[in-house]
């Protein structure tokens, strides 16, 4: 198992995050890995509903775990593909009136045999590479967001 935290402080309310964090369609705009998001239950915006996402070459099933507007917001892949187990959970914390703290962290489970560890390693530091990434473009948008409403 490869586990990580990634955090981005954000000045901010927490809405103005959470309209691209608890929005999957929107989830594309922060992440660049994300080419596509399907959403077969309507919005992925409660426990269970699921979502599939496009990134990495990859279609990607999804259950949602965690939906708390504006604080929480967890998934889980599904499915017989690669990866075993990979787990998200996107957390909101205020330190302040407009100042967050947003981690994303993240379990990961390749289930190759016999690489696992190094395949784990491997696949783990590059989506933390991308998630550390995407936390900084979820800042930039969302500041930019609130002076917008703002102004």
Same mark, same amino acid.
Not at 45 to 55: F, L
Not at 57 to 79: C, K, M, N
Not at 107 to 133: K, S, Y
């Given at each position: 198992?490869?586990?990580?935290?990634?955090?981005?402080?954000?000045?901010?309310?927490?809405?103005?995050?959470?309209?691209?964090? $608890?929005?999957?369609?929107?989830? $594309?705009?922060w992440m660049k890995a994300i080419r596509k998001v399907e959403l077969p239950d309507g919005a992925a915006d409660a &426990?269970?509903?699921?979502?599939? &996402?496009?990134?990495?070459?990859?279609?990607?099933?999804?259950?949602?775990?965690?939906?708390?507007?504006?604080?929480?917001?967890?998934? +889980?892949?599904?499915?017989?593909?690669?990866?075993?187990?990979?787990?998200?959970?996107?957390?909101?914390?205020?330190?302040?009136?407009?100042?967050?703290? &947003?981690?994303?962290?993240?379990?990961?489970?390749?289930?190759?045999?016999?690489?696992?560890?190094?395949?784990?390693?491997?696949? $783990?530091?590059?989506?933390?590479? &991308?998630?550390?990434?995407?936390?900084?473009?979820?800042?930039?948008? +969302?500041?930019? +967001?609130?002076?917008?409403?703002?102004?």
């Amino acid at each position: 198992m490869y586990s990580f935290k990634e955090s981005v402080s954000i000045e901010a309310r927490p809405e103005t995050v959470w309209a691209f964090i $608890g929005d999957s369609n929107r989830w $594309g705009e922060w992440m660049k890995a994300i080419r596509k998001v399907e959403l077969p239950d309507g919005a992925a915006d409660a &426990v269970g509903k699921r979502r599939r &996402v496009g990134a990495a070459g990859l279609l990607l099933d999804e259950v949602i775990t965690h939906y708390d507007a504006p604080d929480v917001f967890g998934y +889980s892949v599904r499915g017989p593909v690669a990866p075993k187990h990979h787990q998200g959970l996107v957390r909101i914390e205020r330190l302040g009136e407009k100042q967050l703290e &947003v981690t994303y962290a993240t379990d990961l489970e390749t289930g190759l045999p016999l690489v696992g560890r190094l395949a784990n390693r491997l696949v $783990g530091g590059g989506l933390r590479r &991308v998630i550390r990434r995407s936390l900084d473009v979820l800042k930039r948008l +969302s500041e930019a +967001s609130e002076r917008e409403l703002f102004s």
